[in-house]
């Protein structure tokens, strides 16, 4: 077996671009962690994100050869990963309806209440969203893609973009606040 630490990142992708399976199983494993973390965010469970890291990672070494090596690698197994994730949660998205929240003034929320939340905390906050508003806070707040990237990817208006990033952020005040309320 190959040992990882021996390998320079562009001596694993140019093994990958000529096909080496032990090869393509070592950049898998070095890249899997990071993967699965952009995997996590865009779908409903764990087995959805394995789901898509594994697609993901599939189209990866049958796309290889397109990679420029000028790129930061990470970046486009990102780019590769979060497409591949979207694409999976845009069969559902089209069918879910969306929940509606109680209308309620922005409230801020004390330092108090954040300071206190790790990144665990935060991921199970954004599970309380409604699958489409999770997304997008997702691929807006933490990817940094545009309302109209966002449009485009999920094909729908990017009006519809704003509107449900402003009711995921409504509803994240609103659960703040409760829990704001409950210390």
Same mark, same amino acid.
């Given at each position: 077996?190959?040992?990882?630490?021996?390998?320079?990142?562009?001596?694993?992708?140019?093994?990958?671009?000529?096909?080496?399976?032990? &090869?393509?199983?070592?950049? &898998?494993?070095?890249?899997?962690?990071?993967?699965?973390?952009?995997?996590?965010?865009?779908?409903?469970? #764990?087995?959805?994100?394995?789901?898509?890291?594994?697609?993901?990672?599939?189209?990866?070494?049958?796309?290889?050869?397109? &990679?420029?090596?000028?790129?930061?690698?990470?970046?486009?197994?990102?780019?590769?990963?979060?497409?591949?994730?979207?694409?999976?949660? #845009? *069969?559902?998205? *089209?069918?879910?309806?969306?929940?509606?929240?109680?209308?309620?003034?922005?409230?801020?929320?004390?330092?108090?209440?954040?300071?206190?939340?790790?990144?665990?905390?935060?991921?199970k906050l954004l599970d309380e969203l409604p699958?489409?508003?999770?997304?997008?806070?997702?691929?807006?707040?933490i990817d940094g893609y545009s309302h109209e990237?966002?449009?485009?990817?999920?094909?729908?208006?990017?009006?519809?973009? #704003?509107?449900?990033?402003?009711?995921?952020?409504?509803?994240? #005040?609103?659960?703040?606040?409760?829990?704001?309320?409950?210390?």
């Amino acid at each position: 077996m190959l040992k990882p630490k021996s390998i320079t990142e562009s001596e694993l992708i140019s093994q990958c671009k000529k096909g080496s399976i032990r &090869y393509q199983e070592v950049l &898998y494993k070095q890249y899997y962690g990071y993967a699965m973390g952009i995997g996590l965010r865009y779908s409903i469970n #764990r087995d959805d994100a394995l789901e898509a890291v594994n697609d993901a990672f599939i189209k990866v070494f049958n796309a290889i050869h397109t &990679y420029s090596e000028d790129k930061p690698f990470k970046a486009w197994l990102r780019t590769v990963v979060v497409n591949t994730a979207i694409d999976q949660r #845009r *069969k559902g998205l *089209k069918f879910m309806m969306n929940t509606d929240i109680d209308e309620a003034p922005p409230i801020g929320q004390h330092a108090s209440v954040v300071g206190k939340m790790n990144a665990e905390d935060i991921l199970k906050l954004l599970d309380e969203l409604p699958a489409i508003q999770s997304t997008i806070f997702n691929l807006y707040e933490i990817d940094g893609y545009s309302h109209e990237e966002i449009g485009n990817m999920l094909d729908i208006p990017v009006s519809s973009s #704003r509107v449900y990033l402003s009711r995921a952020k409504e509803k994240l #005040r609103k659960i703040l606040s409760t829990e704001e309320q409950e210390l």
